[in-house]
């Protein structure tokens, strides 16, 4: 039998006591093991499974899975349920809606075509391209259950437009897409080749792909002040291996062999810096909690907002607003733009 003990972000497997892996649960998607995301493990006191140490770069620690987490049978263990909230997200993101509309703007559109939106979140952005083809369809797709009941409740009486709740790294479609377009999405996937792989196959032959997502070196100042303020002892009993590996900011090379892998003629890949700009520290919070919920989420959650105000705290600490009281984090996008081949 397969037992699973989980301990914040991680998730232990063993087999009649025998350690089998270690690996991050990433909110909306399937424990990853054996990849990019499994952890280094020791185990001791082998096959009672008491305790068992992980091994990290800069950390040891030893925690007692018996009383950290619930050692259960695999079968009956749900999968993390933290969720988008699609209020919040409209309130807060603005930046993405920007960076959006820079991106759709570079599509020379006929108006007949068929696009999918890759993560298309509370769906403005998709409604938006959908006015654009007045005798095409638009398909947006969310793994966010809650983003895609929102999105239909709002744009659901735009002509020629759908939401469809699908992974970005799993997705099959039943008709042919000129168009993939994807915003500020996909570095919440680990690895882009099986996304790449949806995508060629959606595609029709000559179809193209327009993703922007976050690059190397985004958002690495706030990430830092993160790491520093989980460095601190009142934080280590909820998050003992520091700052949760939420996101994965792709590199242009990762890009480009995630391309050659699925067979698509890639056109550029380039890194891109931005900077997102909110009004105010309360306008920069709010953007966190809509989109940082799963680094705080080990923490109790009467101590979640603590958590949120001391990392924006300690990087205004370093970077502080403007003389207006603008708050700036650096952001690296990556642009990847390819074609099917004919």
Known sequence: MTWICRVGNFQVKTVDGNMLEIGWTIPGSEVTSGRKHCLEFAAMRLPDVDHVGLAFPYRWFWTDLVEAGQLVDEGSVPMNASDWNPEAYVGSSAAQESWGEELHGKLNLRGDETIVDIGSGDGRLTARLARRLPRGRVVGLDASQAM?????????????????QADASSFLLDFPVDVLVSNAVLHWIP?????????????????????????????????????NVLDRNQWWEFLPAGMPRVWTMHTIDEAWQGLES???????????????VHANPDAMLDWMRSTWFSVVEPAPENLREQLLTEIRDAYLADWPPDIRGRTHVGMVRLEVEAIAPM
């Open 191 to 227: 690895d882009l080749e099986p996304v790449f792989a949806c995508a060629r196959r959606a595609l029709k032959p000559g179809g193209r792909i327009l993703f922007q997502m976050g690059g190397v070196g985004n958002i690495a100042r706030l990430v830092d002040a993160a790491k």
């Open 262 to 276: 699925a067979g698509l003629e890639g056109i550029r890949v380039e890194l891109l810096e931005r900077d997102m």
């Open 148 to 164: 895609v009941d929102h999105a239909r409740s709002t744009w659901g009486n735009v002509p020629g437009l759908e939401f469809r």
